[in-house]
């Protein structure tokens, strides 16, 4: 496990497994004109120090995504580093990584316990790369309260009545193992074991002061997905006021 430095925010992002439902690399998927990773990268950019890009071993993934995932890790480094500056002492500049898991379609919690041990914070914001319209002001929230509220190893929101996961900031000291031991353990269920851990869940009250719409929360896990977002993108979106569709990713279990 990577020593965390505690002036250093992680950021990372699940770049998915096999995308059975969609027929391709969900990270590389266009929307606007950008892959959804990029999508992703740029609302995280602002509050974090490093990205972690998680994909299954080279030896799982398909030519395209190998090929695509290494071209957009180079970008997003370039990208990365004109943003931050490196006038940083070498332990504290910036970076973005590509990180494999140990072992190939397990799900998220393969992902979480493979980049929280990589990652060089002490806590690191977690996102799945299906989420393009991630509000940036809700990361950097999520991430000071993160620092604010230092006996806690998780900060979680809940929308629509579901911990989101996949949308949270851990802290690594402590979630690093609380993964790998899950992982071993075969529950592959991210907040299957909270109950364990120190967890802040923040409501939906407080989350709409920052992203209004809950745009953070609409995940594109099918093709009629695309639609919706392209929609959202385009103007064309929801009445005022109205939620904006969803699929269901996260887990009702209260905290």
Not at 8 to 32: D, N, T
Not at 116 to 126: D, E, K, P, Q, S
Not at 162 to 191: C, D, G, I, N
Not at 222 to 246: K, N
Request: glycine share 6%; proline share 7%.
């Amino acid at each position: 496990m990577t020593r965390a430095h505690p002036a250093l925010r992680s950021a990372v992002i699940l770049a998915g497994g096999r995308s059975s439902r969609i027929g391709a690399p969900k990270a590389l998927l266009e929307l606007a004109g950008e892959p959804l990773l990029r999508h992703v990268a740029r609302a995280l950019a602002p509050a974090c120090d490093e990205l972690i890009v998680v994909a299954a071993p080279e030896s799982a993934q398909a030519e395209e995504l190998r090929d695509g995932l290494a071209h957009e890790v180079r970008l997003l480094a370039r990208r990365w580093r004109a943003l931050h500056g490196t006038a940083r002492p070498d332990r504290l500049r910036p970076r973005v990584r590509l990180v494999h898991d140990a072992r190939p379609h397990l799900g998220p919690v393969s992902g979480l316990a493979s980049a929280l041990a990589a990652a060089r914070g002490a806590i690191a914001f977690v996102a799945a790369c299906d989420i393009p319209f991630l509000a940036p002001a809700l990361v950097a929230a999520l991430l000071a309260r993160a620092e604010a509220a230092a006996d806690s190893d998780v900060v979680v929101p809940r929308w629509n009545g579901y911990l989101e996961p996949l949308l949270t900031v851990y802290r690594t000291s402590t979630m690093a193992a609380h993964y790998a031991r899950q992982l071993a353990e075969s529950e592959l269920r991210p907040t299957a074991r909270l109950a364990l851990v120190r967890v802040d869940v923040v409501d939906e009250r407080e989350i709409v002061q920052l992203d209004p719409g809950g745009r953070s929360f609409v995940n594109l896990n099918a093709r009629e997905d695309f639609a919706a977002a392209r929609a959202l993108v385009e103007g064309a979106a929801t009445a005022p006021g109205s939620p904006p569709a969803r699929s269901r990713r996260g887990s009702s279990a209260g905290a």
